[in-house]
């Protein structure tokens, strides 16, 4: 009963005290779960470590804590639970080591193993969702190695495939949000990838986010909307008005840019967000700049 309340407050918490409260539920459930059922105490650290991992903190302790939950359970899971259990342990534990990674705690090459366990058993057939969800986290671990090395191209062909991967089981029907996000995903990896094909990749990058835009809306999904619009900008900034004729230049493009830069600017203005209201006035300066080489060259 405690367990089944902890997962209640967790699903949708109204703040983060109902998360510290649904860890303090595990604990208790713990406490009482006798030893000689190691399988339920496994149980009870997995559904734990889901909670230590949302919860909001100042440092990497709830992180630590989620992995050390999620590993205590594999270690009884392997042997006794089912292979769906040790598949969401090992998706769960991967995006606890992609956090960590990213503070500098842990190797992302660990994440990336664990994922890769979890496909083992979360194929495209049984579990579409689980499928997608893990290519998607895949693909930003692959890109998220910094690209110094001899294999950085073939990890930003590997982020791709994998985003490709999961949109081919993903239909903007049946899972739209993780439709545009796989979408929104995807134009980026094309954006940003150090490739001969620049062009090409931005053009496949708009059409991500075309799709994308499909689904996210000013209205309903605001955030995302405004996020996939400023990748949008970002990637008619570089592209030519007429693909047959580049020495015409892009001020048609640079005009649209800026049109969705001010309206993405205005939503991040409104929710508070200062760190993507810099990186717009960044790209809004920048454009100014641009508008203004492109007019002085044309006199």
Same mark, same amino acid.
């Given at each position: 009963?405690?367990?089944?309340?902890?997962?209640? #407050?967790?699903?949708?918490?109204?703040?983060?005290?109902?998360?510290?409260?649904?860890?303090?539920?595990?604990?208790?459930?713990?406490?009482?779960?006798?030893?000689?059922?190691?399988?339920?105490?496994?149980?009870?650290?997995?559904?734990?470590?889901?909670?230590? %991992?949302?919860?909001?903190?100042?440092?990497?302790?709830?992180?630590?804590?989620?992995?050390?939950?999620? *590993?205590?359970?594999?270690?009884?899971?392997?042997?006794?639970?089912?292979? *769906?259990?040790?598949? *969401?342990?090992?998706?769960?534990?991967?995006?606890?080591? %992609?956090?960590?990674?990213?503070?500098? %705690?842990?190797?992302?090459?660990?994440?990336?193993?664990?994922?890769?366990?979890?496909?083992?058993?979360?194929?495209?057939?049984?579990?579409?969702?689980?499928?997608?969800?893990?290519?998607?986290?895949?693909?930003?671990?692959?890109?998220?190695?910094?690209?110094?090395?001899?294999?950085?191209?073939?990890?930003?062909?590997?982020?791709?495939?994998?985003?490709?991967?999961?949109?081919?089981?993903? &239909?903007?029907?049946?899972?739209?949000?993780?439709?545009?996000?796989?979408?929104?995903?995807?134009? =980026?990896?094309?954006?940003?990838?150090?490739?001969?094909?620049?062009?090409?990749? =931005?053009?496949?990058?708009?059409?991500?986010?075309?799709?994308? #835009?499909?689904?996210? =809306?000013?209205?309903?999904?605001?955030?995302?909307?405004?996020?996939?619009?400023? &990748?949008?900008?970002?990637?008619?900034?570089?592209?030519? /008005?007429?693909?047959?004729?580049?020495?015409?230049?892009?001020?048609?493009?640079?005009?649209?840019?800026?049109? #969705?830069?001010?309206?993405?600017? *205005?939503?991040?203005?409104?929710?508070? /967000?200062?760190?993507?209201?810099?990186?717009?006035?960044?790209?809004?300066?920048?454009?100014?700049?641009?508008?203004?080489?492109?007019?002085?060259?044309?006199?």
């Amino acid at each position: 009963m405690l367990m089944e309340i902890a997962m209640g #407050l967790q699903q949708k918490p109204k703040s983060p005290d109902q998360l510290t409260n649904a860890v303090a539920l595990y604990e208790k459930a713990l406490a009482l779960a006798p030893e000689t059922d190691p399988l339920l105490r496994a149980r009870i650290k997995a559904r734990m470590g889901t909670a230590l %991992q949302a919860q909001p903190s100042a440092d990497a302790a709830p992180l630590h804590r989620a992995q050390a939950a999620f *590993e205590a359970a594999l270690s009884v899971l392997e042997e006794q639970g089912s292979p *769906e259990e040790q598949a *969401e342990i090992w998706m769960n534990l991967g995006l606890v080591i %992609q956090s960590l990674a990213a503070i500098n %705690q842990a190797k992302i090459t660990d994440a990336i193993n664990a994922y890769q366990r979890a496909l083992q058993v979360f194929d495209a057939g049984r579990h579409p969702a689980e499928y997608a969800i893990l290519h998607n986290n895949l693909a930003t671990a692959f890109l998220s190695i910094p690209m110094t090395d001899a294999r950085a191209k073939m990890r930003e062909a590997l982020a791709v495939q994998s985003f490709e991967a999961a949109l081919k089981v993903i &239909n903007i029907v049946d899972h739209p949000a993780e439709y545009a996000m796989l979408q929104n995903n995807l134009g =980026n990896a094309l954006q940003y990838a150090s490739s001969a094909h620049t062009l090409e990749n =931005n053009l496949r990058a708009l059409q991500a986010y075309d799709e994308a #835009l499909r689904v996210r =809306n000013a209205r309903d999904t605001p955030l995302e909307y405004a996020n996939t619009i400023a &990748n949008k900008a970002n990637a008619l900034r570089n592209l030519p /008005d007429n693909m047959e004729h580049p020495e015409l230049g892009n001020r048609g493009n640079l005009r649209q840019a800026a049109k #969705l830069y001010l309206e993405a600017r *205005e939503i991040f203005l409104r929710f508070g /967000d200062r760190e993507k209201l810099e990186h717009i006035e960044s790209a809004l300066t920048d454009l100014e700049h641009a508008q203004g080489d492109w007019e002085k060259s044309s006199n």
